[in-house]
C-alpha cells in the first residue's frame, strides 16, 4: 500500500511516507471566524477529513490539528461600532463553524487550537527570528516586527515567484517598513483598538500578525517538523508563503508536504461578496438533507473546483437514493437467511486503488456506484451470494466516505430515511398487488404496477415475490 498525493511545494504527486512510521500529522487552516460560514469553508473541512479517513483506514494514526484565527483586523473591523465584543463575536462565529462541521458529520479535529492561546509560543518564533537577522523592530516607535524578506533568498519556492516579481505585502501599514513585501510578525497596539485586543511583548503592547499564528501553533502541537500541511488554494500567498518563510528561517523544517483543496464556485463564477453570489453553509444546509450536503461537497476531485449550480443538490440526491434503496432492499432480503452472514465488509481494490491515488474520489465513487448496480442485479437474480458481497462492500466503502445513510451517524438526521419511508410505501402497495393478484384482480394489480411505473419504479416479480427497483 502506497498512498499518493499531490504536493504544491513540488507541484508533483509522490508518495506519502511518514516521519514516523504509522503516524501522520496533519495541521490544516481552519477559519478566521469574523463572520458566518460559507460553503466553501464547509468543502475546505470535509476535504481534510476524507483525506483523515482515508489514512486511519490504511491503518494510520492521524493527529489532526486545525485551528481557529480568533484574532485578526477583519474581526476587530466587524466588532467596531457594536456593543459585542470582539472576542464575543470571535466565538459567536466559531459555533456557527462547528455547527456546519456537525452536520456535515466532519470529525472534530484531536486539537482545535485558538490563536490566542499561543501568543507566548508566537513571541518565542518572532525572537528567534529576530536574533537571527531574518526579523526586525520598526524604528518608529510603533512597536511593529516584521519579517524582512530580503534575508531570506528562498523566499517565494512555495508558490514558485520571484521576490522581484511580488506586490507589497497587504497585511500591515507600510510604517517603519524596510521593504513593502515586508511582512508583519507583531503588530503594535494602536490608540484606536480595545486594549482586550493587545498583549505585553518585548516590543511592546500589539497583537500577532496572522501568518505567525500557524506557525506557532503547528509547532506547538505536531513539532518543528510535521507530514502535512492543508488549506485552500487561496491560502498558497501569501498566508502559507510567509508561514513556510518565517518557520524555516527560525530553523524548523516545518511541512514536509504541502496540500491544497479547490475552491467553489456558484453558477459558474468566483463566489465573492462582491458579486453578491456568496452562499453561506446554513443556507445550503437548510436546501438537503445534511448527507446530502456531504455528497455533493465531496464528490469532485479535491484540488478541483466545484461548482454550485441549480440541480446540483438534486443530482447528489438522487446518487444517495440508488445507494440506500439498493442497502435497504439487501437488508430486507438477506435478513434471516444464510447468506447475512456473507456480509463482509471490505473495501474493493479498485476503490482502493482511487483513494491511495491522491484521493481520487470521483473513481472511487465510480466504484461504489457499479457495486451497488451490480447488487441490485444480484437481487433481481436471487443470487444472494453476490447480494451480500455487494452489500459488504458498499457499506465499507460509504462508511469510509462518511456518506453510509444506515450510520448510526446519519440515523438522527432529519430526512436520512428517505429511502426507507420509500420502501415502506412501496412495500405496501406491493402488498395490495399481490392481495389484487390472489383475488384475480388484475385490473386493480396492473393498475398498482402502472402507477409505479410512471414514478420511476420497475418491478420484478420472481418466485420467491416481487421486487422493486429504480428503474434507470
Known amino acids: 500500500m502506497t498512498v499518493r498525493l499531490y504536493d504544491s511545494r513540488r507541484q508533483a504527486l509522490v508518495d506519502f511516507e511518514p516521519r514516523e512510521p504509522g503516524k501522520v500529522g496533519m495541521y490544516v487552516c481552519g477559519p478566521t471566524v469574523q463572520s458566518s460560514p460559507h460553503i466553501g469553508h464547509l468543502r475546505s473541512a470535509l476535504v481534510y477529513d476524507l483525506w483523515r479517513r482515508w489514512f486511519t483506514h490504511r491503518g ?6 486545525r485551528n481557529v484565527t480568533d484574532i485578526d483586523d477583519k474581526i476587530l473591523v466587524n466588532a467596531e461600532g457594536s456593543t459585542e465584543e ?17 452536520r456535515l458529520r466532519i470529525q472534530p479535529p484531536t486539537y482545535e487550537p485558538r490563536a490566542t492561546a499561543s501568543i507566548q509560543q ?47 505585502s497587504p497585511d500591515a501599514d507600510t ?8 511582512f ?14 493587545s498583549w505585553a511583548s518585548p516590543w511592546g503592547e500589539g497583537r500577532p500578525g496572522w501568518h505567525i499564528e500557524c506557525s506557532a501553533m503547528s509547532r506547538r502541537y505536531l513539532g518543528p517538523e510535521f507530514d502535512i500541511h492543508g488549506g485552500g488554494l487561496d491560502l498558497r500567498f501569501p498566508h502559507h508563503e510567509n508561514e513556510l518563510a518565517q518557520s524555516t528561517a ?24 462582491s458579486l453578491g453570489n456568496s452562499i453561506y453553509a446554513s443556507e445550503l444546509l437548510d436546501l438537503a438533507p445534511p448527507i446530502v450536503v456531504r455528497y455533493f461537497l465531496g464528490a469532485a476531485h ?20 440508488r445507494i440506500e434503496v439498493f442497502l435497504t432492499r439487501a437488508e430486507r432480503r438477506l435478513t434471516g437467511t444464510r447468506f447475512a452472514a456473507d456480509t463482509v465488509l471490505v473495501v474493493p481494490d479498485e476503490f482502493a486503488a482511487a483513494m491511495d491515488d491522491d484521493l481520487s474520489v470521483p473513481e ?38 462518511g456518506i453510509n445513510p444506515h450510520a448510526p451517524e446519519w440515523q438522527e438526521a432529519a430526512g436520512s430515511d428517505g429511502a426507507r419511508a420509500l420502501d415502506a410505501l412501496v412495500q405496501q402497495l406491493l402488498d395490495d398487488r399481490q392481495r389484487a393478484r390472489a383475488a384475480k384482480d388484475f385490473a386493480a394489480a396492473d393498475r398498482i404496477r402502472d402507477a409505479l411505473a410512471v414514478a420511476g419504479i420497475a418491478i420484478e416479480d420472481t418466485p420467491t415475490g416481487s421486487h422493486w427497483r429504480i428503474d434507470g
Do not use: C
Not at 494510520?60 to 490539528?65: A, H
Open 175 to 182: 510604517r517603519g517598513k524596510r521593504d513593502p513585501r515586508d
Open 364 to 401: 472511487a465513487l465510480a466504484v461504489l456506484h457499479d457495486r451497488v448496480r451490480a447488487g441490485n442485479a444480484a437481487l433481481d437474480d436471487e443470487d444472494l451470494v453476490v447480494a451480500a458481497a455487494a452489500r459488504g462492500e458498499v457499506i465499507a466503502m460509504t462508511d469510509v466516505l
Open 122 to 168: 508566537m513571541q518565542e518564533i518572532i525572537q528567534r527570528l529576530i536574533d537571527r537577522g531574518h526579523a526586525y523592530v520598526a524604528d518608529d516607535g510603533t512597536g511593529d516586527v516584521y519579517f524582512d524578506v530580503g534575508t531570506w533568498p528562498p523566499y517565494g519556492e512555495l508558490t514558485r515567484q520571484r521576490p522581484d516579481d511580488m506586490a507589497a
Open 86 to 102: 470582539w472576542f464575543a463575536l470571535a466565538y459567536r462565529f466559531e459555533l456557527e463553524f462547528t455547527a456546519g462541521y456537525n
Open 60 to 65: 494510520l494514526e492521524v493527529m489532526l490539528v
Open 184 to 197: 508583519a510578525l507583531w503588530k503594535g497596539h494602536k490608540p484606536n483598538e480595545p486594549e482586550s485586543a
Open 302 to 321: 479535491y484540488r478541483s473546483t466545484v461548482d454550485y449550480h441549480d440541480g446540483a443538490l438534486q443530482e447528489a440526491r438522487a446518487a444517495l437514493e
Open 250 to 273: 527560525a530553523g524548523d523544517a516545518f511541512a514536509r508536504h504541502w496540500v491544497h483543496n479547490g475552491l467553489v464556485n456558484v453558477n459558474g463564477q468566483k463566489m465573492s461578496k
